[in-house]
């Protein structure tokens, strides 16, 4: 699977060592504007720098053009977000999987704004929010998912429509139950199987995966 990973300008939130392996597992690594500074931090070349540059230290831009890093720049005064931007010139290269790093922090605004594109781009590639300790991504239709015993497991609405939701492998099972958005009740639930089951009909479920053991 054509993979890439981008780097956000978030909270650096997982190991050097963990960072360095999902890099190891993709054939291209973008960095959106700050997220710059984590790659420099590692001596990981991106491929491509992309945003409109407003928030990335000036030695690190030197860094990236004395690096011949491919660079992507826009205006400030614009729709999208850079993390936005991002996914599309990846959609536009044709990638199948795109993992995002450090994209969590000190702005929950910026990071709704990240989690609602999983929706933008659920058709057009597998799309996660990843870091050490969690892994956060959509669900529609059916997906048979990777799982530890043990593990907690949150489940909720996402998008326009309410789903009917059934749960397999886990302590708190569904059966096209509908979920509705003002009712949470898919928070903290138990993987039981190293594979777990979700079926989303008639829309579609965010799931937040806590991590007992990274990749």
């Not at 690594?29 to 990981?44: H, K, P, Q, T």
């Not at 992507?72 to 990638?95: N, P, R, V």
């Not at 979700?198 to 799931?207: C, N, P």
Request: net charge negative; charged share 25%; hydrophobic share 45%.
């Amino acid at each position: 699977m054509k993979t890439a990973v981008v780097f956000l300008g978030g909270k650096k939130d997982s190991s050097d060592v963990f960072l360095r392996k999902v890099v190891g597992l993709s054939s291209y690594v973008v960095a959106v504007d700050s997220g710059a500074e984590y790659l420099r931090e590692l001596n990981i070349i991106p491929d491509l720098l992309i945003g409109d540059l407003d928030s990335i230290d000036p030695e690190t831009l030197n860094w990236c053009l004395s690096k011949k890093v491919k660079v992507i720049k826009f205006s400030h005064d614009k729709d999208e977000t850079d993390t936005e931007l991002a996914l599309k010139e990846l959609a536009s290269m044709g990638f199948e999987s795109v993992l995002l790093l450090t994209a969590m922090g000190e702005r929950e605004d910026h990071f709704l704004a990240t989690l609602l594109l999983l929706l933008q781009f659920s058709r057009t590639f597998e799309l996660k929010i990843l870091s050490e300790r969690l892994e956060i991504g959509l669900v529609y239709g059916y997906r048979t998912l990777p799982a530890v015993p043990s593990e907690t497991w949150s489940i909720f609405p996402l998008g326009e429509s309410i789903p009917r939701v059934t749960l397999k492998g886990f302590k708190y099972e569904l059966n096209a139950k509908k979920m509705p958005f003002e009712k949470p009740f898919g928070v903290s639930n138990i993987a039981l199987k190293n594979e777990v089951e979700i079926t989303a009909e008639e829309g579609k479920v965010v799931y937040f995966r806590w991590l007992k053991r990274p990749l």
